[in-house]
């Protein structure tokens, strides 16, 4: 499970990053909760909706609605859990991969300036 200190040490890392290199950002149209989300989905995939609301300390139906959006953005991917087809099972997509290379590409910048 992810800590609560887990998830503040991803948020200011990634807020570093961000602050660090806006004009890499600006396109990408993310929230900093998005990209958050992004990497616990990454991480922890295959996981549940439920699992991933637990983590970021929000409510699910707040969640569900930011998982919708990555997933119309083709960040994520819900698939029908195969122990309960009542629920949905989250992971990330080639593009979410293909955008997490760039932040370590970035990421790599920052610490050696």
Not at 4 to 25: F, H, I, Q
Not at 90 to 113: F, I, N, Y
Request: proline letters at 5%.
């Amino acid at each position: 499970m992810v800590t609560t200190e887990d998830a503040r040490w991803l948020a200011g890392y990634l807020r570093k990053m961000v602050s660090s290199r806006p004009a890499a950002w600006a396109g990408s149209d993310l929230t900093l909760a998005q990209l958050i989300a992004l990497h616990i989905i990454s991480a922890k995939a295959p996981m549940t909706l439920l699992s991933l609301s637990e983590s970021l300390g929000t409510r699910p139906p707040a969640t569900s609605a930011m998982v919708d959006r990555l997933a119309r953005a083709g960040l994520v991917r819900r698939t029908p859990d195969p122990d309960d087809l009542r629920r949905v099972v989250l992971a990330v997509t080639g593009k979410t991969a293909q955008m997490r290379s760039e932040e370590r590409r970035v990421g790599k910048e920052c610490r050696s300036r």
